[in-house]
């Protein structure tokens, strides 16, 4: 915390590279969510309009506070700079917990070729080791195949079962819970074989 700077995201490494979203990324983004809708179905409600997008980004903002609220990435494939996903830590606290919620999402037709799995990697790397969480929890539904795959195969802990836990399509809707401390976090687990369901 405290960091006033925002980073230039480095040289690809691997198939893809996170970086924030600005507001010129507002038609292509919501143009690839809306071609999206069947894929996120009830799993998931990314910005849609373009109040909802302006609202994201000022969320995305937050990171650069003196104690951050939100980490907001973009995940961009490397070959061609084409938006294929999103990662997010949500609702940073500070403290004795150094936690957050973690959110992420692929966009059509790039879903289920492991994209957004390499690229929360990235984002937990960031968490542990430039923000200096402690912790990050996601919540993942419990047909949501794809997504409890991603979440096993970084290595998040299932902790429980949560009925009711989030309000998403107009229905209050269970969630499965699950977290990662940083002492736990192996970022070459980013590198197993991507889950085969296509709705990560």
């Known amino acids: 915390p405290g960091r006033t700077r925002r980073p230039v995201p480095p040289r690809p490494a691997g198939r893809v590279y996170l970086r924030p979203p600005v507001a010129a990324d507002e038609a292509d983004f919501l ?6 809708r069947a ?18 980004l000022a969320r995305a903002a937050r990171e650069w506070d003196a104690l951050p609220g939100h980490a907001c990435r973009l ?14 830590l949500n609702n940073l ?40 969480l402690h912790r ?10 794809a997504s409890l795959a991603l979440v096993r195969a970084l290595g998040f ?10 309000k998403l399509a107009g229905q209050w809707r269970d969630h499965e819970r699950f977290a990662l401390h940083a002492e736990e976090w192996r970022p070459g687990r980013a590198g197993r074989r991507p889950p085969t369901p296509s709705t990560e």
Do not use: I, K, M
């Open 39 to 56: 894929l996120h179905g009830p799993w998931v409600h990314p910005p849609r309009t373009p109040a909802e997008f302006r609202y994201y």
């Open 157 to 166: 802990r299932h902790e429980g079962t949560s009925p009711r836990y989030l």
């Open 75 to 88: 995940v961009v494939r490397a070959t061609d700079d084409a938006v294929v996903g999103a990662a997010n």
């Open 136 to 145: 990050v929890e996601a919540a993942v539904q419990p047909g949501n195949a």
């Open 93 to 132: 606290l500070w403290g004795g917990l150094r936690a957050a919620q973690l959110g992420y999402y692929a966009l059509a037709p790039h879903a289920g070729r492991g994209y957004v799995r390499e690229g929360v990697a990235l984002l937990l790397t960031h968490a542990f080791r430039r923000l200096g």
């Open 31 to 36: 143009a690839r969510v809306e071609a999206s």
